[in-house]
């Protein structure tokens, strides 16, 4: 069985300010872990995803996500928020041991304030 | 190359009639999947194609919905007698086989009056 939790509803920042979006999760198996972006009308977008080798993740537009299993977590970071980066955040866990069904988190939208 | 596509982007229809609604996936990809996204909430698995075969349809709501995919490619979700509470966005994705990055597309968005 697998959950994924965002423990945040909406986060707010400043532009210029570093961004932390919260994720934890359960697995049963050694689990795949993505974040997906989605801008307003936008389709879903792909961030970053961790599949076993480093835990430290990079993904496009500055962002990054540390796998910490012992916290089971995968919280999403960025130095410094940009206007662009308003929009809803998904994180997505996946059981690479299981039925490859993902289970999506509930969203956390990002308000980033002039 | 060509993202994933889905038509119509747009849904209006009346209770109790049918819909279909299509997904084009990338070329080449093997698994290809249906999400249902309420307002405010994260996309609902609904069901899993690899090739043509629904490997995983667990999260099919009720025996209204159906979907095909006979030639491994294109994928249409078939609602029958639609409900006011189906109405929502309906995403598609693929994949280059299970398990891998799904690439989405930009959804249908489904209005039941």
Redesign the interface.
């Known amino acids: 069985a697998q959950s994924v939790t965002q423990l945040d509803s909406h986060v707010s920042v400043s532009e210029g300010t570093p961004v932390l979006l919260r994720c934890n999760y359960s697995s049963s198996y050694s689990p795949s872990l993505f974040w997906y972006v989605q801008h307003p009308n936008k389709g879903l977008q792909l961030l970053l995803k961790y599949t076993s080798a480093a835990t430290l993740v990079k993904g496009i537009n500055g962002f990054e996500a540390e796998f910490k299993k012992s916290e089971t977590s995968f919280h999403l970071t960025k130095p410094s928020a940009h206007m662009s980066d308003a929009a809803e955040y998904f994180c997505v866990v996946s059981d690479r041991g299981g039925s490859y069904i993902p289970t999506f988190g509930r969203g956390t939208s990002l308000i980033v304030h002039p | 190359g060509a993202?994933?596509s889905q038509t119509p982007s747009n849904k209006v229809t009346e209770k109790g009639k049918y819909v279909e609604l299509r997904c084009d996936p990338i070329s080449g990809h093997t698994?290809l999947y249906w999400?249902r996204q309420s307002l405010?909430?994260?996309?609902?698995?609904l069901i899993?194609f690899q090739g043509t075969g629904a490997?995983?349809d667990?999260?099919l709501p009720n025996d209204r919905f159906f979907a095909v995919r006979p030639e491994g490619s294109v994928s249409t979700l078939k609602i029958q007698r639609t409900e006011r509470g189906d109405s929502a966005v309906y995403?598609c994705?693929s994949s280059l086989s299970?398990?891998e990055?799904?690439?989405?597309?930009?959804?249908t968005r489904l209005l039941v009056l």
């Open positions: 993202g994933v698994a999400y405010g909430q994260g996309p609902e698995f899993y490997a995983d667990s999260g995403l994705a299970g398990g990055t799904q690439y989405f597309g930009p959804g």
